[in-house]
Structures are given as C-alpha cells and as structure tokens.
C-alpha cells in the first residue's frame, strides 16, 4: 500500500483525529501529516475504500479498533446465544412428578372407585386434579350387606386391585385412600346402628390390607356431601381462578361467580349454591368457606328419602295405602310393565316406615299405566307445601334462599335427562320440550321400549318414566324453577375427564389442596419468562449490529466529514 492510500486508510478509520490541526475534506489537496506513514504525504483526495483497493489491488489491513468492535460483536452475540440456551434450559419445566388419590363414593345403590392424579409441584393450583380412572363395583352398595355384613368389604376387593395396576407401585404406599359413604348407610345407621358399624369395619380392613394409605371410612353428612359436590364442580370449571381479567370482570360487573349443584342419589338429594342475599335465617344451611382467598357464604341441604330410588319407594308405601287389594295400577310406569313388590322390604326403612301398616297381603303387583299427568299429580304428594316457618321454602318446611345464578345438576340428574336426549348444552332445551318429551316416552308400551333399548338394564330403563316425572317435579314443585331459570341448569356428566360428584372436592378439602389464601404465581409464565428473553435479546443483537454497521462505514461518508 502506498502512503497516499494508507493515509486515507487511516482517514476513515476513528483515528482521524490523530491528524492534528487540520479540517479534512474529502478532495482536500495538499501536503498532509500521515501517522500511519510517519512522513508528510501529498493526498489529492480520499477515495471510497472500494476504489481504493481496485485502485492498490491489496487488500486492506483491518484496524485495531475496527478487530475490536468484531470481538465485541461476536462475544454479544455469544452472550446472547448463552442467555436464551440458559433460559430455555434452566427454567423449563421439570419432568412431571404425578402424585394420585383414591376415593371410594358408597353409594346407596352402587360403590364407585375413583383414582385422581396431580403434578405434585402444582398441588395447590385450581383445576390441576383430574380423574384418571373409575372402577364400579359389582353389586349393591355397601349398605345393602346389612344382613351379610363381613361381604361388605371383599365386594371392593376387585377395584382396589384395578386401582393398583393404574397408580406405579412405588407410589402405592404413599397414595392417600378414602371412603366416604353416603344416604344408604345414613339409613342403615338409623334402621340398625351395630349392621352399618359392622359395615363399615369390613370395609376398613379391606381397604387396610390393599397396599395403599388408608385415611379412613366413614359415613359422610349430607352437609358434606352437598358443600363437596359444589366445591367439586367449581373446581373443575375454574370458578375458583380469580386471577387477572376474569377478577377485574367480577368486580366489574358482580356476577355470579359459582354455580350451583344439584346432586340426585338414590336415597337422597342435595341442592348447594350461593345466595344473593346474606339471610341467616337458617344457620344450620350455611356454610362458609375461603377458598383461594375469596369469601362463600353457601347455602346447603340434603333431602334424606327424596333421592330417585327412595322417592320410588315413598310413592308405592303412600300408594299402598289406597289399594283395595294387592294390585295398584301405576301411571308411572309403561304400559304392560309388570313388578312385584314384598310389604315388608317396602316400609323396611326410616322413609317409609311410619306409614307401615298390617295389609291382608304379603305382595304388591305393580301393572304400569304409562300415564305422564297422572304420574307428576301422584308425585306432587311427596312434597309438602303446606307450612313454611321462613321467609322462603323448598317443601316440608325446609328454608330455601331464591335461586340464585347458573346450577350444574349431575348424578341421577344427568343419568335421566342423558337417556333422554335433554342435555343438550348447544341449545338448552326448553322446560314444555322436556315435559313434552317425559310425557311422550312414558305413554310408550313397555313391550316397544324394551326393544329398542335392549342394552340397557331394565331396572334402569323401567324406571326411567317415573325419574323423569320426578325430576320435574323436584324441581318444578319442590325448588320452583320456572320457565325462565330452568335454562340455567346444566346437565353434568363429567367435566373434562373427571365425573361431577362430591369425591373430588372431598379429596382436596382432606389432603389440603384448597388453600384459603389465593397462593403466590411468579408473575409471569415459563413460556412468557422465554419469550421475553428472546425478545430483549433480539434487540439487543440489532443494537450491537446497527452499531457496528455505523463504526464500520467509512469516516469521510459520515455527515459533518464529508
Ligand atoms: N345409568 C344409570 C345409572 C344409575 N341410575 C340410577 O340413578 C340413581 C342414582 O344413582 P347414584 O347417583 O349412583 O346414587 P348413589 O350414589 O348410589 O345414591 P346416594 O347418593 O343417594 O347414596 C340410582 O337409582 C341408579 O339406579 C340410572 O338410572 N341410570
Ligand atoms: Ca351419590
């Protein structure tokens, strides 16, 4: 390289100024200092480093500053490479580490084995338990061994051993389980105190000897088994998630946040919701809870005797009481369907025994009428609207706030209204469709409606006119839903995998996975946390890159030299 070209070199490199006491023009002629060179060199003009080097044909040596700032540049970037690769790596999510619950539900007409599982990491999140199996066992429920009391626990023997080929062995003796049992046993407890005693210890040793860590068995209060139901199905909606927008929209606009549950056994039902006014006027129906740091004031009951199976048997005994000989036609039934009913087992139990009587007859024979009208006024009976001690009731003088919001209605409910097509959520049906329809399936023959539904068992399927009445009438007559807020029930199965009962909300008051404290969430998400570094670092890379382009351009191209 000749002086001439080095000089300019040098000229439009950031040691220019080296060049003391002189104002540099791009053409400016003349004798000039040149550090570079050491010597005076006579310059006619700087040329753009392009036509510099055609002009030399030598490749230009790379200042020091200019080696610099590329190093710099390469380490930014290096540095950012490192800061996403630490980000993504360090904070992804660690490999699930799943923990699982087993909760009996013994049922009066059925037991059911639900197995839950969790993150154990988010075990105080909402909406992160779900069920990953249920097991029905075989036979009656649990109050039905009351005269073979020592069956009652090897009947569960099979699911148990189900429940250990879904949940690892390792995690067996960790696995909390539970059996909570509801209307058939509070029965039993009143008919014959030392038979359900006797049930239940069969139960616990059974449940002892499976591998897993039982927490106990026992007969759960219809308090309970309603506030659970509630808490269950809130849970499995997200209704407890007060987080950012959906808690800003809540203040905003006080809607209803939760909604109520309608739960229908075979011996009892439970109807749970909160109210829209605070009343006390009966406190024995209140509850309180804080859950995920909300205050509910939720209003409970549990109706012993008035689940679908019991109601049944409510209906006949009051029936009974009218027949002139063994025979009753009963408009709740298809026509030409026949059942034989023994006096005795009829009024065995607390909600019929007081209308037990001597009758001249050791059978009653049932021959159905299929009679939808007949059946609802029949039904109607069993609610007594007669007295009512408190500003509102339901029947039999029970308080009942107004209702109040969205309801979910599962168990029997569901069961009903799903064999009979009525649980539409896409475009809920409107209550006279419902009517219309119990009211076209119940004049059906019985011969005709065994046939086309022959995979359904007949227990279920003979009964399924008077259910459907009786559901009506529960919650037409008995809570006064009208027209309007019948829209608001929801028919329930299952929400997302998991079946809408009180089990769930059981389990997670019992292993303390509802906290009454809304717990502290890092602020932002992993994925959000990444993205973010992504992003800063993405800008600081076109930063570092804007700068070098500007330093790497010429001198005497800049403004203000040229
Ligand atoms: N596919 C089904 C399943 C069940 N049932 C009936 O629904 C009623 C209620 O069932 P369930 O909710 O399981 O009641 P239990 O839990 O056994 O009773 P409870 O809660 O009163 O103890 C029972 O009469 C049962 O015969 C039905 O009609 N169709
Ligand atoms: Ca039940």
């Avoid at 799943?98 to 007409?109: E, N, P, R, T």
């Avoid at 037991?111 to 839950?116: A, C, D, H, I, Q």
């Avoid at 509910?296 to 000989?325: I, M, P, W």
């Avoid at 001249?360 to 009976?381: A, D, M």
Wanted: glycine share 8%; with cysteine.
């Amino acid at each position: 390289m000749d002086n001439v070209s080095m000089c300019c070199h040098w000229l439009s490199s950031a040691d220019a100024p080296l060049l003391k006491n002189r104002s540099l023009n791009r053409g400016t002629t003349g004798s000039w200092w040149c550090p570079a060179a050491g010597q005076h060199v006579h310059l006619s003009g700087c040329k753009e480093k392009s036509q510099e080097q055609e002009i030399t044909g030598t490749k230009p040596k790379m200042s020091w500053t200019r080696k610099i700032l590329l190093i710099l540049g390469l380490l930014s970037a290096l540095a950012v490479i490192a800061l996403i690769a630490v980000a993504v790596t360090q904070n992804k999510p660690l490999p699930k580490n799943i923990k699982y619950g087993i909760v009996l539900d013994a049922g009066s007409s059925h037991t059911n084995l639900y197995v839950y599982e969790w993150p154990a990491e988010k075990e105080n999140d909402t909406g992160v338990v779900q069920q990953v199996e249920v097991c029905k066992v075989e036979g009656p429920g649990i109050s039905g061994y009351s005269h073979a009391t020592e069956k009652a626990g090897p009947s569960l023997a099979q699911c148990l051993r189900q429940a250990e080929e879904v949940i690892p062995s390792k995690q067996h003796q960790e696995t909390p389980v539970y059996l909570g049992a509801t209307a058939g046993m509070r029965l039993l407890s009143l008919e014959n105190e030392s038979a359900a005693d006797k049930v239940l210890s069969s139960v616990e040793k059974t449940l002892r000897s499976a591998p897993f860590n039982f927490q106990g068995a026992r007969i759960i209060s219809g308090q309970e088994e309603g506030a659970y139901g509630w808490i269950t199905i809130n849970y499995l909606l997200g209704n407890f998630k007060q987080s950012g927008w959906t808690k800003l929209l809540h203040s905003l606009k006080s809607i209803s946040e939760t909604s109520g549950a309608l739960d229908l056994g075979g011996a009892s039902t439970q109807i749970t919701f909160v109210p829209n006014e605070l009343s006390s006027e009966s406190p024995k129906n209140l509850l309180n809870f804080r859950l995920y740091g909300k205050d509910y004031l939720v209003y409970t009951h549990s109706f012993l005797c008035y689940g679908k199976d019991q109601a049944l048997q409510q209906k006949l005994a009051r029936d009974l009481q009218t027949v002139e000989n063994s025979s009753l036609l009963d408009p709740c039934f298809h026509q030409g369907y026949q059942r034989t009913v023994n006096i005795s087992d009829l009024f065995k139990n607390p909600c019929t025994s007081a209308k037990k009587k001597q009758f001249p007859f050791s059978q009653l024979y049932i021959q159905g009428e299929g009679n939808y009208q007949k059946c609802r006024r029949n039904i109607q009976k069993l609610f007594n609207k007669t007295s009512c001690p408190y500003s509102s009731c339901s029947f039999n003088g029970i308080y009942l706030p107004p209702l109040q919001g969205d309801f979910g209605a599962f168990s029997a409910f569901y069961f009903v209204m799903n064999f009979l097509n009525l649980t539409s959520e896409q475009s809920p049906i409107a209550l006279d469709k419902v009517t219309s329809t119990i009211e076209s399936f119940c004049a059906r023959p019985w011969h005709e409606v065994k046939a086309a539904y022959r995979q359904i068992k007949e227990k279920y399927l003979s009964e399924y006119c008077f259910s459907g009445a009786y559901i009506l009438s529960l919650l037409e007559n008995g809570y006064e839903f009208t027209q309007e807020n019948w829209q608001r029930i929801h028919f329930l199965g299952k929400i997302g995998s998991s079946d809408a009962g009180w089990t769930l909300g059981y389990m997670l008051n019992l292993t303390n996975m509802i906290p009454a404290e809304e717990p502290a969430v890092p602020p932002l998400s992993h994925g959000s946390y990444v993205g973010l570094m992504v992003l800063c670092s993405l800008v600081l890379v076109s930063v570092l890159l804007f700068a070098w382009l500007l330093f790497h351009k010429p001198k005497c191209l800049q403004k203000g030299i040229v």
